[in-house]
């Protein structure tokens, strides 16, 4: 069974620090990792992550996926009170040409002013 | 473009009672799926959807019944509800670019289901 792993469940930080978010996964078929934030409603899309080594970058926010040790994590840097969210991570196992995307319980992170 | 719409936002049914939450986009994928997220879970699978006429079974499908028979609607329907299906749901669209490989996908705003 497919398996992503997130960590941690939760964490709180003063507005200006670093976070660091972490997901491990065990796939049959790994095709790529994908990055969302949810606040109140919806996921929202970050990034999508497909080779070893790569960092994907947006503004405050980066990214970085190692396919040898099977996980990817998500920066934040200089931490502002908008990015408090659930933060979710899913990866696409695709064996049969058919989309399927397992997710992470996601990690709750809270900025404090 | 509206994206992708849910309707409605919340709803209370009582057990055993049926509905149908619906689901449109209007960005032309192909692709479509409906999530059920719980409390402090993560997103769970119930139905996707590769193209109009053709559904297939997620990881969490029982209970839960779909059709696509436009590329815009993905209708979910639940015939006997149960507490166990008090949940968010989520409905969400892609479009697969043969030999790209993955692709992100676009969430609706979500439904709020209660069943007491």
């Known amino acids: 069974e497919d398996k992503v792993v997130q960590s941690p469940l939760s964490l709180v930080v003063h507005e200006g620090d670093t976070v660091t978010l972490n997901c491990s996964y065990e796939v049959t078929n790994f095709r790529s990792l994908l990055w969302y934030k949810q606040e109140k409603k919806a996921p929202t899309f970050l990034f999508m992550l497909t080779s070893s080594g790569i960092e994907k970058k947006s503004g405050r926010l980066s990214s970085i996926l190692d396919k040898k040790e099977l996980f990817s994590i998500l920066n934040i840097t200089a931490t502002q009170t908008g990015d408090s969210a659930i933060y979710l991570c899913?990866?696409?196992?695709?064996?049969?040409?058919?989309?399927?995307?397992?997710f992470g319980t996601g990690t709750r992170l809270t900025i404090i002013p | 473009n509206a994206g992708v719409t849910q309707t409605p936002k919340f709803r209370i049914l009582k057990i055993g009672q049926s509905m149908t939450l619906q689901c449109t986009q209007d960005m032309n994928h192909n692709y479509m799926y409906w999530y059920r997220q719980d409390p402090g879970m993560g997103l769970k699978l119930i139905y996707y959807s590769v193209g109009a006429g053709i559904t297939d079974k997620g990881e969490v499908p029982n209970g839960y019944n779909v059709s696509r028979s436009t590329t815009e609607d993905f209708p979910l329907r639940l015939e006997l509800a149960a507490p166990s299906q008090t949940s968010v749901y989520f409905c969400?669209?892609?479009?697969?670019?043969?030999?790209?490989?993955?692709?992100?996908?676009?969430f609706g705003p979500g439904t709020r289901l209660t069943v007491t």
């Open positions: 969400a669209s892609s479009y697969y670019y043969e030999g790209r490989g993955s692709y992100e996908q676009y």
């Open positions: 899913a990866v696409d196992s695709n064996p049969f040409g058919n989309e399927k995307l397992t």
